[in-house]
């Protein structure tokens, strides 16, 4: 019978065995199949910001114009030497050319006929006026004037008209209203050029064949742009390159994250090893912590891909620092493992350890399961791979290492665990009955000072650093070309195209007079190349009633300033003709619209189109006068990205302190129904006075708090309450030795703080935040938890039995 029972625990230790290597096999193969293929990092800065436009319309513009800016890039070549400056884009732009990488490279720009333009209008022109033409004719200026002004001062610009088309010259005023200018630059050779005092920049454009987020794109940009720059130095030396693009904050992102997670990872990984090497001295025992932590760690992965399909940077480098909480719970099995010494069984281990663990494991996942309920997309992803990280970490403790760790242990850190016996009795005695009331009431006092300094600071900025290199050649090139890159824009929209036309056209009225007192520089409008039909109309009308009111007259006017009967009979013909107002979808098939087609967003719903104005050098004054101009407009929506996140962060940072009082409360009451009232003040107070502390140390420092300080103190609730719940369930458990059970709280503690610790060091500044928090209120947490056997009746100034 005992034979045939030993047999039964064989295979069933190798059936659990083989169904965990085929978990991890499982799970490994599927992030391996994810990560072979397109690369599943977002390095979209923001894709980790949450929706933040009650209108769906004016977050699918965010996206649009994201989309249309992110696969551009430019780069701005400078020299003391013009010609030597223009020789040396040209190389430039040859050698990305020919590189693959950028597609459309624009150092020369192609030749273009410019009557292209007047073709395009012509056909339309009797409803196309200038506002100074406009006004002129609504006033009764004498037609033979500007006839004469037509005849004698042509104009000499490249969208010059034909005569016989435009005798009065008002389609070629209105092309010249075209926004078609580059900024500060001038077309010279067929490049745009700008000089500087001594100094001459060229414009070079490109485009990308992918997504700027790919990193097979960021790659082969990167190589290219390298490759070409280097030759640049080499044959131009003294000509200065710089950039700017989506592809290149992406790449450098990219690359700075997976450096942080080697970092933190090895840094972490090795920190573990060896701390669990000088306390448990048993390689096996480091292995098959690492092996549990691994299982945690790779089914995090496969889920988080699995559910949202894309892993963000965030979650990325979070993931690495997880590894100090995941191998907590074996190293708390361990600890039974070594204290048991002859006496281990394996399975009586996993179920004296199981209370400890599922208390910690629940307190854990409360706090994530608080950052899953935060519309914050990055963050929903690093709940998710935690939650499952740490949930399959903990599986595996109580049901892998049971099979893994089956014969006793041949030695113990005796010594160890005695030290630490006399260092808890010791530190328990000095925190227990009113001392214990006297520390805490000093932790508060030393608190206070801390609570009434902290300042608050929600901008989106502060949490997303960028490349300062990059940020500042991106500032020369927009000082060098006049471009504007602000984030701020309207959406308008209306039930069919010419509604937004109309709408478009009183909110760029309505702007003329922040570019008057310039609050603006002026704005980027889709009606500045397609007025509306009802303009159109309402010009026509004003040629009508006084141009062609007298056809007699006009062809009398035009016949004594030289122009031939069947030219005029022409022109009158095409004005009875020509009745069709420009459309749209006109501007759209014609090349003059492809730079600025980001402008019209089109049918963006049933029933529902819309376009973009983007105001241009708009002052940090301005932003509030133009989101309530936005408000007196109907149909228009004035997106400050940036502005709405940051007020967003401050919203939800308030609620993350209802949110921290309320899941205190409700880990209270866990604690309470675990261990009565009293044993739940003691256990719960080391982690409210580690909260309290924690965000005192952030006023005395002056540092602002922001929503990922306070969502990172939910953590220190749902980890830092494990310390004293490790401490009360292992003094309680019978035959247990006082030190071991310390050494591994300790133990546990260490490693976090090592994993959330290097988090600190984050160049992500939400990362940063996020492991500063964790680990003051993870240092105090565990430096208070021998408050919690305040409650327990087992004696702790007895020496630790030695081990076996």
């Not at 004016?58 to 551009?72: I, P, Q, T, Y």
């Not at 884009?89 to 597609?103: D, E, K, M, N, V």
């Not at 500045?528 to 009633?545: G, K, W, Y």
């Not at 069947?566 to 098939?589: C, K, N, Q, S």
């Amino acid at each position: 019978m005992m034979l045939y029972e030993a047999r039964v625990s064989v295979r069933s230790t190798w059936a659990v065995r083989l169904a965990w290597l085929l978990l991890a096999l499982a799970a490994g193969a599927y992030c391996a199949m994810r990560f072979a293929g397109p690369s599943p990092l977002q390095t979209n800065l923001l894709a980790l910001l949450p929706p933040t436009e009650a209108d769906p319309v004016a977050e699918r513009a965010v996206d649009s114009l994201a989309s249309a800016m992110g696969d551009r890039t430019v780069f701005l070549v400078t020299g003391n030497d013009p010609e030597k400056t223009r020789a040396a884009a040209r190389a430039f732009g040859t050698s990305l050319a020919q590189s693959g990488a950028l597609r459309n490279v624009l150092a020369e720009l192609p030749p273009f006929d410019l009557s292209q333009i007047a073709r395009l209008y012509a056909p339309h022109r009797f409803g196309l006026l200038s506002a100074d033409d406009g006004a002129s004719l609504a006033s009764g200026a004498d037609l033979s004037d500007a006839l004469a002004r037509r005849l004698y001062a042509p104009m000499r610009g490249g969208l010059a008209t034909r005569l016989a088309d435009d005798p009065f010259g008002w389609l070629e005023h209105f092309l010249a209203t075209l926004p078609l200018s580059a900024g500060n630059l001038d077309l010279e050779d067929n490049m745009l050029v700008m000089h500087r005092g001594a100094s001459t920049s060229v414009l070079v454009n490109a485009t990308l064949p992918a997504s700027a987020y790919e990193s097979a794109t960021q790659h082969a940009v990167r190589d290219a742009v390298t490759r070409a720059e280097g030759e640049l130095r080499r044959s131009y030396p003294g000509v200065t390159l710089a950039r700017t693009g989506a592809v290149f904050y992406a790449d450098v992102a990219r690359r700075s994250a997976e450096r942080e997670v080697h970092v933190i990872g090895a840094v972490s990984a090795v920190g573990i090893a060896l701390l669990m090497l000088w306390v448990f001295r048993s390689p096996r025992l480091i292995v098959l912590g690492f092996a549990s932590t691994a299982i945690g760690i790779v089914c995090a992965l496969a889920a988080t891909l699995l559910v949202f399909g894309k892993l963000h940077l965030l979650t990325l480098v979070f993931g690495a620092s997880l590894i100090g909480e995941a191998v907590d719970y074996s190293i708390q099995y361990f600890v039974v493992y070594l204290s048991a010494g002859r006496r281990w069984h394996a399975r009586r281990g996993a179920r004296a350890v199981r209370p400890a663990l599922t208390v910690a494991l629940a307190t854990s996942l409360f706090g994530y399961a608080i950052l899953a309920g935060v519309p914050f997309p990055a963050l929903r992803q690093i709940a998710c791979f935690a939650i499952v990280g740490i949930g399959a970490a903990f599986a595996s403790v109580l049901w892998l290492l049971p099979a893994l760790l089956v014969e006793p242990a041949k030695r113990a850190p005796a010594r160890l665990f005695q030290r630490a016996g006399r260092l808890l009795a010791r530190w328990s005695a000095a925190l227990r009955g009113r001392r214990a009331m006297i520390v805490a009431v000093l932790v508060v006092a030393v608190s206070v000072p801390g609570w009434l300094r902290a300042t608050s600071d929600d901008d989106v900025h502060l949490l997303i650093q960028r490349d300062a290199s990059l940020v500042s050649q991106e500032d020369a090139i927009r000082q060098a070309t006049g471009f504007d890159g602000g984030s701020q824009f309207f959406v308008v929209k209306g039930a069919n195209d010419e509604a937004v036309l109309e709408r478009t056209e009183a909110l760029v009225a309505r702007l003329d007079a922040f570019v008057a007192d310039g609050r603006l520089k002026g704005a980027q409008a889709v009606t500045s190349f397609v007025p509306s039909a009802r303009t159109q109309a309402e010009n026509r009308a004003l040629l009508d009633r006084h141009v062609f009111a007298d056809p007699d007259a006009l062809r009398a006017l035009m016949s004594k300033a030289g122009f031939r009967d069947e030219v005029a009979g022409a022109y009158f013909a095409a004005h009875a003709r020509d009745t069709r107002p420009l459309t749209i979808d006109d501007w759209l098939r014609a090349p003059i619209s492809q730079p600025y087609r980001h402008l019209w967003l089109g049918n963006v719903q049933p029933g529902v189109s819309a376009a973009v104005v983007l105001p241009t050098g708009a002052a940090e004054r301005a932003l509030p006068a133009l989101a309530s101009l936005a408000a007196t407009l109907p149909g228009v929506t004035f997106v400050d990205k940036a502005g709405s996140v940051s007020k967003l962060f401050g919203a939800y940072r308030f609620d993350a302190s209802l949110w921290l009082a309320g899941a205190l409360v409700v880990v209270f009451a866990s604690l309470a129904w675990q261990y009565g009232l009293r044993g739940a003040v003691a256990t719960a107070a080391p982690v409210a006075l580690a909260v309290g502390a924690a965000l005192a140390g952030f006023g005395y420092a002056n540092v602002p708090l922001n929503l990922f300080n306070w969502l990172a103190l939910m953590l220190v609730l749902g980890v830092g309450s494990n310390y004293a719940v490790f401490l009360r369930e292992g003094c309680a458990r019978e035959g247990a030795q006082l030190g071991a059970v310390w050494t591994g709280v300790l133990l546990s503690a260490a490693t976090t703080l090592l994993s959330f610790g290097m988090l600190a060091l984050s160049s992500m500044p939400a990362l940063a935040s996020f492991g500063a928090t964790l680990a003051a209120g993870i240092a105090v947490a565990v430096v208070l938890a021998p408050m919690g056997l305040n409650a327990t009746r087992r004696p702790l100034d007895a020496s630790p039995e030695e081990t076996r």
